[in-house]
């Protein structure tokens, strides 16, 4: 029986080396995760049970091409569900997959989940942006799943470095009227007539574009200011430590 747990992740580790991926294939491999696989799979690959995606235990796949086969064609008779992914898009989900144990790693750990519930609440005031279980703003994303969907790491970076990523769904938008009025607000929808906003205070806004005498999208700055410098380190800990516990639970 050792024998054959030893074969099983050696034979697991082959699988890590079939395929070359750029940065660009493994984070659009993680949106494509996030938004189809974690909800079973867990954040970190580990909710199912006998599987670990992070470090490379399956039951089912030798190489790249058997994942990304998997992921587009499931498993009959399982809860493994086909998807419409091709071969491409399937296999950048794999090189996200052999990143999920780097992307894992925190700089900060062992912290308490009640003590960075009171920073969300009091020091990082996060609530003015984001909401949780129904209680705070709609400005910024909703983290009552974030445990589910972000890998300890990656939570992190978001609080430290909050422009490394920029969720499409996250994008924000900044305008000015020709009678000089700043507009910004989370993007939600625009055609060539208009732009649909969710603004700081919660309210839709829908603004003409022939009233505007400026605008941008902002793709690649994030409105989110960074808590490296704010937090100690203990406190930023704090915090990770109680995102990561949100798993949906309770949610009205």
Known sequence: MKRLLCLQWVFAA???????FTQIDIEDGGRLFRANCAVCHGAEGNQVQGIDLAHGKLRRAKTDDDIAAII????????????NFNDSVALTV???LRTMAAAAATTVTGGDPVAGKSIYDGKGNCATCHRIRGVGSRFGPDLSDIGIYRLPGEVERSLTDPDAEILPQNRHFRGVTKDGLAITGLLLNEDKYAVQILDSKDRLVSVKRTSLKEFTFTADKSPMPSYKDKL???ELSDLV???VSLKG???P
């Open 14 to 20: 082959s699988l890590l080396a079939q395929h070359s």
């Open 72 to 83: 587009r064609n499931g498993i009959p008779g399982t809860a493994m569900p086909p998807t």
């Open 94 to 96: 794999v090189a996200y």
């Open 232 to 234: 100690t380190h203990q």
């Open 241 to 243: 430590s109680y995102l």
């Open 249 to 251: 639970v309770g949610v």
